[in-house]
């Protein structure tokens, strides 16, 4: 770590705090309200993130409008405009902020509206439909033995139903809903596959998949894919999912919910990583939460400490194999070419764009990148409230995935691919449709595996 002073350009490693969220104070509006008072000055300032999100285009055309020109002639229930626009994503931490800690003016924007939706949370008890949906695992569990059913009645086409879902939910009627399937992956899973004995890290590596929630329920195939590619690789893979990450909840402010999670899961993970596995999340939120979050959550909890140090996201996990042991023989190209959409919770991450890394293992295949965010988190972008600017976010997006002109679409996030290859197919003109898919499924295509 550098020792010249911190301050603007300065090459001292940011850093985030811990989050308080046990202390009475930080839940009290009014101290929220004078934080965001001296953190949204700052931005009015600087406004090197008017591109980054909706949430400071409408932060500085408050300013601009209100009767001052200031913050402070922004009225402070026009704050919750600002902070129902933030997904959360971290860009403007990680990529845009030059005064993040360990700067003087110790800026953590999402953090702070983290705080907000936590401190309004306390106070009105929170929004009831999206605490319904945050609870995944009940939601998943109570939907598999009729999945079929479900995924007719909440399919896009089913007007009717999402007509009435759209008046009671608040659940936007034109959006794709993630499809629910009566066989998660635990269940196909139940015994592992065996690990191939001639494969580059036979012998030399074991991992605990985490399958995650969305993963588990709504996109089992992409842990068909991460476990054949282990195993084709040598890797003793098993399926381990205790229970959902938190992430719908902390989105949400609940973090009291989102600690104990943390704590249980954790707790769950030490005798697997006493093993020697390393647990290698399935999805870039999931792998955020435990490698980031949960440590400032409970900083004082070594398994969580312990936990976020061994968690690899997949892709990460692919390339470090393949670095150390080899990349595998005779993988085959994949025709029409790869978009891949850098998701912003992979370069939270901040580990490079390993999806890439690991797509562009794949011979006489064109791979394109795009760091630009989708518009979509967690339930942002089909809810009716926080639609129009998932929408507005994802379309300049989704353009450019349509310039690229590649056949497949692939991102970290499987809602920011779903949420884009609705934008190209129905909003941006002809129809045409693109593959989606998750980056490790691609691959293991290309290693005729699935």
Same mark, same amino acid.
């Given at each position: 770590?550098?020792?010249?002073?911190?301050?603007?350009?300065?090459?001292?490693?940011?850093?985030?705090?811990?989050?308080?969220?046990?202390?009475?104070?930080?839940?009290?509006?009014?101290?929220?309200?004078?934080?965001?008072?001296?953190?949204?000055?700052?931005?009015?300032?600087?406004?090197?993130?008017?591109?980054?999100?909706?949430?400071?285009?409408?932060?500085?055309?408050?300013?601009?409008?209100?009767?001052?020109?200031?913050?402070?002639?922004?009225?402070?229930?026009?704050?919750?405009?600002?902070?129902?626009?933030?997904?959360?994503?971290?860009?403007?931490?990680?990529?845009?902020?030059?005064?993040?800690?360990?700067?003087?003016?110790?800026?953590?924007?999402?953090?702070?509206?983290?705080?907000?939706?936590?401190?309004?949370?306390?106070?009105?008890?929170?929004?009831?439909?999206?605490?319904?949906?945050?609870?995944?695992?009940?939601?998943?569990?109570?939907?598999?033995?009729?999945?079929?059913?479900?995924?007719?009645?909440?399919?896009?086409?089913?007007?009717?139903?999402?007509?009435?879902?759209?008046?009671?939910?608040?659940?936007?009627?034109?959006?794709?809903?993630?499809?629910?399937?009566?066989?998660?992956?635990?269940?196909?899973?139940?015994?592992?596959?065996?690990?191939?004995?001639?494969?580059?890290?036979?012998?030399?590596?074991?991992?605990?998949?985490?399958?995650?929630?969305?993963?588990?329920?709504?996109?089992?195939?992409?842990?068909?894919?991460?476990?054949?590619?282990?195993?084709?690789?040598?890797?003793?893979?098993?399926?381990?999912?205790?229970?959902?990450?938190?992430?719908?909840?902390?989105?949400?402010?609940?973090?009291?919910?989102?600690?104990?999670?943390?704590?249980?899961?954790?707790?769950?993970?030490?005798?697997?990583?006493?093993?020697?596995?390393?647990? @290698?999340?399935?999805?870039?939120?999931?792998?955020?939460?435990?490698?980031?979050?949960?440590?400032?959550?409970?900083?004082?909890?070594?398994?969580?400490?312990?936990?976020?140090?061994?968690?690899?996201?997949?892709?990460?996990?692919?390339?470090?194999?393949?670095?150390?042991?080899?990349?595998?023989?005779?993988?085959?190209?994949?025709?029409?070419?790869?978009?891949?959409?850098?998701?912003?919770?992979?370069?939270?991450?901040?580990?490079? @764009?390993?999806?890439?890394?690991?797509?562009?293992?794949?011979?006489?295949?064109?791979?394109?990148?795009?760091?630009?965010?989708?518009?979509?988190?967690?339930?942002?972008?089909?809810?009716?409230?926080?639609?129009?600017?998932?929408?507005?976010?994802?379309?300049?997006?989704?353009?450019?995935?349509?310039?690229?002109?590649?056949?497949?679409?692939?991102?970290?996030?499987?809602?920011?691919?779903?949420?884009?290859?609705?934008?190209?197919?129905?909003?941006?003109?002809?129809?045409?449709?693109?593959?989606?898919?998750?980056?490790?499924?691609?691959?293991?295509?290309?290693?005729?595996?699935?």
């Amino acid at each position: 770590m550098s020792d010249e002073p911190a301050g603007e350009g300065g090459l001292n490693a940011p850093f985030r705090h811990p989050i308080d969220w046990r202390s009475d104070a930080y839940y009290d509006l009014g101290l929220v309200e004078a934080e965001m008072d001296r953190v949204f000055d700052i931005c009015h300032t600087c406004r090197r993130c008017f591109n980054l999100c909706d949430s400071f285009p409408i932060l500085f055309d408050l300013v601009d409008e209100s009767p001052t020109g200031e913050v402070d002639g922004v009225a402070k229930a026009d704050y919750a405009k600002v902070a129902d626009a933030c997904t959360l994503c971290d860009m403007c931490f990680m990529s845009k902020c030059p005064y993040v800690p360990p700067h003087p003016f110790d800026i953590d924007f999402p953090h702070l509206i983290l705080r907000h939706r936590a401190a309004n949370r306390r106070e009105d008890g929170g929004d009831f439909m999206r605490d319904q949906l945050a609870e995944t695992d009940r939601n998943g569990k109570l939907v598999a033995p009729v999945a079929g059913v479900v995924n007719w009645a909440t399919a896009k086409r089913n007007r009717p139903v999402r007509k009435v879902m759209e008046a009671v939910a608040g659940i936007a009627a034109e959006a794709d809903l993630p499809r629910y399937h009566a066989k998660t992956a635990e269940s196909l899973y139940r015994t592992p596959p065996a690990a191939n004995p001639n494969g580059v890290a036979y012998g030399k590596a074991k991992a605990a998949v985490y399958a995650t929630c969305f993963v588990d329920y709504n996109t089992p195939s992409t842990a068909v894919a991460a476990m054949a590619v282990l195993a084709h690789l040598g890797v003793e893979a098993a399926i381990d999912y205790p229970g959902c990450c938190g992430m719908p909840k902390f989105e949400g402010g609940d973090l009291k919910a989102v600690a104990h999670q943390a704590e249980t899961v954790a707790a769950h993970f030490a005798p697997v990583i006493a093993e020697g596995r390393e647990v @290698v999340a399935l999805t870039a939120s999931c792998a955020l939460m435990l490698k980031f979050e949960w440590p400032l959550l409970l900083p004082e909890n070594e398994a969580v400490k312990r936990l976020a140090l061994v968690t690899r996201d997949i892709g990460e996990y692919v390339v470090a194999l393949t670095k150390a042991h080899g990349a595998p023989a005779n993988i085959q190209p994949i025709p029409g070419g790869i978009t891949l959409h850098h998701a912003c919770h992979a370069r939270a991450q901040a580990m490079g @764009v390993k999806s890439a890394e690991m797509l562009k293992l794949i011979p006489e295949t064109k791979v394109d990148v795009i760091e630009r965010c989708s518009g979509h988190g967690g339930t942002f972008g089909v809810m009716r409230a926080t639609r129009p600017h998932a929408l507005k976010v994802g379309r300049p997006t989704a353009r450019q995935v349509r310039e690229e002109g590649n056949e497949t679409l692939c991102s970290d996030c499987p809602l920011a691919c779903e949420h884009l290859g609705q934008l190209v197919t129905a909003e941006l003109a002809d129809g045409a449709t693109l593959r989606q898919a998750h980056p490790i499924e691609i691959f293991a295509q290309a290693l005729g595996l699935t």
